[in-house]
């Protein structure tokens, strides 16, 4: 991984550990030009096939457009899950809708719920807005079938873990955990440390739900599409993004 940081940092590419093989898995979106690709695959096989490199639809973007819509600044984005501290409530989403402006609402236009208090963006992908309205939300995830997940625990995904995906535009969608302390290079800039899903997702998504059960697992941070059931999904982990802020889901 220090190698492909030093040698091939290029945009449209992400890379993580796959213990299931002891390797690194990387992936090349279409933005990455076969010039580009020659360099990642020389950079990969000076690695004695500690390195394995593969192509995926699309492109790695952040897909601004728990689960439930949030707007701010003319985007939208999705909450992924409700915290607190002490008797204070919040909610967590990516950082990169955070930095687009400190208030949220619930509806395109509609009164104010919350205020931005925290943002982390690009290294991280995760905010917290602070519920500014007076509601005390419950601490669950919208499941878009008329009925909610309670969140009782925070914890870090492993590799073949299954888990869900609850965000504004896809809804509800399943997938599991292909690598780890994974390293995205968005065009504005990289993220590290992430979580690599198989997913759907599409804009407008970010900032939603990745959870398995009752625990929450990550902040939906982006991906490079979705073909057929099969996306590549990456979320922040939740549980940095508790500590940052001193938080607990309830």
Request: overall charge positive.
């Amino acid at each position: 991984m220090a190698a492909l940081e030093t040698g091939a940092k290029i945009t449209g590419t992400s890379w993580g550990i796959d213990p299931r093989t002891n390797q690194v898995s990387v992936e090349a979106d279409r933005s990455v030009s076969a010039r580009e690709m020659a360099r990642l695959k020389k950079v990969a096989d000076a690695q004695d096939g500690a390195v394995r490199v593969s192509r995926v639809p699309g492109t790695f973007k952040r897909e601004v457009a728990g689960g439930d819509a949030i707007y701010g600044g003319g985007s939208r984005c999705s909450a992924a899950f409700n915290v607190s501290k002490g008797t204070t409530r919040y909610f967590v989403t990516a950082g990169h809708c955070t930095n687009i402006t400190a208030n949220w609402s619930a509806a395109s236009g509609g009164p104010a719920i919350g205020v931005r208090e925290g943002t982390s963006f690009p290294t991280n992908d995760y905010g917290i807005v602070r519920y500014t309205n007076g509601s005390a939300p419950a601490g669950n995830v919208n499941l878009y079938n008329g009925s909610h997940q309670d969140i009782t625990s925070a914890a870090d995904a492993v590799v073949g873990q299954a888990l869900k995906k609850s965000g504004s535009t896809t809804k509800v969608t399943s997938g599991t955990v292909t690598a780890v302390n994974v390293t995205v290079n968005y065009g504005d800039g990289p993220v590290y440390g992430m979580v690599r899903t198989t997913a759907c997702s599409a804009g407008g998504d970010s900032g939603g739900a990745h959870f398995a059960g009752g625990v929450a697992l990550g902040i939906h941070s982006g991906s490079s599409g979705c073909t057929g059931t099969s996306g590549s999904a990456i979320h922040q982990p939740v549980k940095e993004a508790l500590a940052a802020y001193g938080e607990n889901v309830y």
